[in-house]
């Protein structure tokens, strides 16, 4: 059977509940059955997200100091239960299957053989998995690597690794000799590194919890909380219940953002009852934020001009003056961009935007939250940038109660970053590396994981190693890639389950499985803390006491420090077994390479709530180009990198609320109403009257960014849904043929998986919107 006939199952359905609710712990009994019954799975996720239990696998969402008895969310314990599963990926299955055999399986099949239990390597010659040796795994990448140049090496990591796996990794790229340290950011909040860096002086968010305590409005763009961060559910309701406004911008209607019941409160699960949660909520097109949030601000000046005429002022003009630059480009963009425009490019009507923008004249703190819906764009980085100017206008930066708050995705992805993964070099105080062991870090800039598949694509790049993820699915552009992928002379991929990265291999190709984040980790000096970054910027321990999924299992710290002990030339300051024996001496490290972030990082590990690194931009001060806070006048309406033509739609790629990323836990988007199926096609019933599609209809997409390359995906059933006009909805990963790797955000490389330029192909015939 082909992977699309393997998961096409039985029909949608529709969902009125709100998100939370009975639904929510349906959805883990549902698919979990048997490890959710387990005492040891019940006690697991208890230790889950408090001071000395582990830190939840999933997302990167706040963990409070005060916290709840059962401190997780439907999708946290899904993401641990995967974990827990009593399913084992051995020898004897891959004995039995061809790794051609295993590329016809879907991404679900592949995870559901559970965990990985031995060090496994390619043989090429039987096209098998054959165990092996972890010594003899590390000898054989470590000479390989040795031959190769550094330079046409890349380390990538997936925003799952620890602080102390990811400094010494980092530091094992740099003493091997480059700065190719792509990582999952880089498809996903890299444009808010870089945009907020701009125009803050700061890569990350300003808010902290108590902020969501005080404001009186949240701006809610592009994120979906309801299945990516549902623990942000809780604060969002209390907001609600006090008469915090909630404005949200998205083209879909996330039930998340709707209402809400949490499944925490008895009560609430008793009587059914349900917060209201956006005050507000507009359907966006795609691409549509630059032109709202113009919009915004151009009400802002004008019920500033109004106010003046009273002898009062709505811009905080006392902040613009003392904090920021650039607000006379800002408003000469804004007041020359006329409501037409702005209409016709946000889809949504002047009154609409206007009666959000008067929210937003009243509020005293303000808040705005967002996520991949504003930074998987051509200009992302105008999005983002555009949400910040709209802040500034009112001072709304450094303040209790306000400022700008990415949501970020994967447990430590902003972590990684904080302690050196970073393609970047003038990202990382190089100067004290170079102090502390002894060596000359090399210093231009690595490669991204866009530059990778480039890389990869020309034959630039010659060995990879995978820190968790599933690059090759992950990525843009992914049936070149793939293609490509295989004259690669080395894969390594370090994971805890089979995904479809593991199956596209280099001439010699090494898959190696590590211990989850719930598992004890015993090194010389006993069992082992990690720690990690959320979104708020505090940092936590966690320490994991289940028993490994496998006794061959090796920790992650371990098996970077086994490659790069086999690669690198003794150094009397690099004591690779000292530092995996006991994993505080790494964090003793990296207290001395960052001392501002990480002073005493051993003794502040448990600290309810985490420890807080600091961030300049809430204490207003501006590490930017000019020592202000910068408005930035957008060049563009439109954050699409294309045209619109007629049968030309612009393609949003979603989660499911049954996926971790690549991991597919299910074929049910409870809170969409889809169920059974990932291969569908939502679109609004106008447009399907438009293109001449009925319900049901089998069709393809075809690219149509009109570069002469075919891409085209086939099998996705028709499926009315209620989505602005001129785009449509299909699911992440299965849609990534179609995206062009030059298709990314042009400041931060972030591919636009939000916007992707498709036709429709009704199933052997010709395409829709060609008779126009
Ligand atoms: N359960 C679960 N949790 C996860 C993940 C997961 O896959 N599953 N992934 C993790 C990761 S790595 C990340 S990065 C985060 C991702 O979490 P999110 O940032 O929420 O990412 P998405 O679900 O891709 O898209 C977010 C929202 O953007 C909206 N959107 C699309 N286009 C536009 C637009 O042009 N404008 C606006 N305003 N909105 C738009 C979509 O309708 C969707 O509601 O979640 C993390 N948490
Ligand atoms: N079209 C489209 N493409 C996208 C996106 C989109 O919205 N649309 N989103 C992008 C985003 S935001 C991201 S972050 C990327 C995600 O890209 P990645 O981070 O590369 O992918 P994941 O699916 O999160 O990786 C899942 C795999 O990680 C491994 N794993 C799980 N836990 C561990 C662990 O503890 N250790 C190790 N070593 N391995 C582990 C398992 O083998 C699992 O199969 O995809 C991007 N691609
Ligand atoms: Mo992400």
Not at 334 to 344: H, K, L
Not at 525 to 550: K, W
Request: hydrophobic content about 35%; glycine content about 10%.
């Amino acid at each position: 059977m082909s992977e699309r006939e393997n998961t096409v199952q039985e029909d949608t359905v529709h969902y009125d509940g709100p998100s939370g609710g009975w639904g929510s712990l349906r959805g883990m009994t549902r698919i979990f059955g048997k490890e959710w019954s387990t005492p040891g799975a019940t006690e697991t996720l208890y230790r889950q997200n408090k001071p000395h239990g582990f830190m939840c696998v999933s997302c990167s969402w706040a963990k409070p100091a005060n916290y709840h008895p059962f401190e997780f969310c439907e999708n946290g314990a899904k993401a641990t239960l995967w974990e827990l599963t009593t399913a084992r990926c051995t020898p004897e299955f891959f004995a039995k299957h061809t790794v051609s055999e295993l590329k016809g399986w879907t991404d679900y099949d592949l995870e559901q053989q559970g965990r990985l239990t031995h060090p496994m390597r390619y043989d090429p010659a039987t096209d098998h998995y054959v165990p092996c040796e972890w010594d003899e795994a590390f000898n054989a990448i470590g000479s390989q690597l040795k031959a190769l140049d550094p330079k046409s090496v890349v380390f990538y990591s997936s925003g799952r690794a620890s602080l102390e796996t990811s400094y010494l990794y980092a530091l094992f790229a740099r003493l091997y000799g480059h700065n190719n340290l792509p990582d999952s950011s880089n498809m996903c909040h890299e444009t808010t590194s870089v945009a907020l860096k701009q125009v803050i002086g700061v890569g990350v968010g300003t808010v902290v919890f108590d902020d969501l305590q005080k404001c009186d409005l949240i701006f809610f763009f592009g994120q979906n909380p309801g299945s990516n961060s549902p623990r942000l559910l809780h604060p969002l309701q209390e907001a609600a219940k006090r008469g915090v406004e909630i404005i949200t911008f998205n083209p879909v209607r996330e039930k998340g953002l709707i209402a809400f019941t949490n499944p925490q409160s008895p009560l609430e699960m008793l009587t059914g009852k349900e917060t209201q949660i956006s005050s507000q909520y507009h359907q966006v097109r795609p691409g549509g934020d630059i032109a709202v949030l113009l919009g915004l601000a151009k009400h802002v000046f004008d019920a500033d001009d109004a106010a003046k005429a009273q002898g009062k002022r709505i811009l905080d003009v006392s902040f613009i003056e003392t904090h920021t630059s650039g607000l006379e480009a800002f408003e000469a963009k804004v007041r020359g961009t006329s409501w037409e425009e702005i209409e016709a490019e946000s889809g949504l009507g002047r009154r609409d935007i206007q009666k959000a923008a008067q929210v937003y004249v009243r509020s005293e703190r303000v808040i705005a939250m967002f996520g991949m819906g504003l930074t998987q764009h051509t200009h992302g980085f105008e999005n983002v940038a555009s949400l910040v100017n709209l802040l500034l206008l009112k001072g709304n930066i450094g303040r209790d109660g306000t400022g700008i708050s990415p949501v970020r995705g994967h447990s430590n992805v902003q972590g990684q970053r904080t302690v050196g993964i970073a393609e970047k070099p003038e990202l990382v105080p190089l100067d004290k590396i170079a102090e502390q062991f002894g060596f000359e870090p090399p210093r231009e800039k690595g490669m991204n994981t866009v530059e990778t598949c480039e890389g990869v694509l020309s034959g630039e790049v010659k060995a990879f190693i995978g820190l968790g993820g599933n690059f090759v699915r992950a990525v843009p552009e992914r049936v070149r890639v793939e293609e490509a992928w295989q004259r690669m002379d080395l894969t390594v991929q370090v994971a805890t389950k089979l995904n479809r990265s593991h199956l596209i291999n280099g001439k010699a190709a090494y898959l190696l499985p590590c211990l989850g984040r719930t598992e004890e980790d015993k090194q010389a000096s006993g069992p082992q803390a990690v720690s990690m970054e959320d979104t708020f910027s505090h940092i936590y321990g966690s320490l994991g006491r289940r028993s490994p999924a496998s006794q061959h299992l090796r920790s992650e710290p371990a098996i970077v420090a086994g490659i790069a002990k086999a690669t690198l030339a003794p150094n009397p300051k690099v004591k690779w077994d000292e530092w995996i024996g006991d994993y505080g001496l790494v964090r003793d490290l990296i207290s001395e390479t960052y001392p501002d972030k990480f002073e005493a990082f051993n003794a502040r590990l448990w600290q309810p709530g985490g420890f807080y690194k600091g961030n300049a931009a809430r204490e207003r001060i501006w590490q930017t180009e000019s020592g202000k806070a910068e408005f930035i006048a957008p060049d563009t309406l439109t954050a699409c990198g294309f045209t619109d033509e007629p049968g030309r739609y612009r393609l949003i790629t979603m989660r499911s609320n049954d996926q971790f990323n690549t991991t597919i836990y299910g074929y049910s988007d409870r809170l969409r109403g889809i169920e059974g199926t990932r291969d569908v096609l939502l679109i609004n019933p106008q447009e399907m009257e438009r293109a001449q599609l009925h319900e049901g209809q089998v069709v393809s997409l075809v690219g149509d960014a009109g570069d002469g390359v075919h891409r085209e995906v086939s099998g996705l059933k028709v499926t009315p849904f209620d989505l602005p006009d001129g785009c449509l909805g299909a699911y992440y990963p299965e849609m990534n043929p179609l995206m062009p790797i030059w298709l990314h955000d042009e400041k931060s490389l972030t591919p636009a998986a939000k916007s992707v330029p498709v036709r429709i192909k009704p199933s052997g015939g010709e395409e829709a919107g060609e008779r126009h």
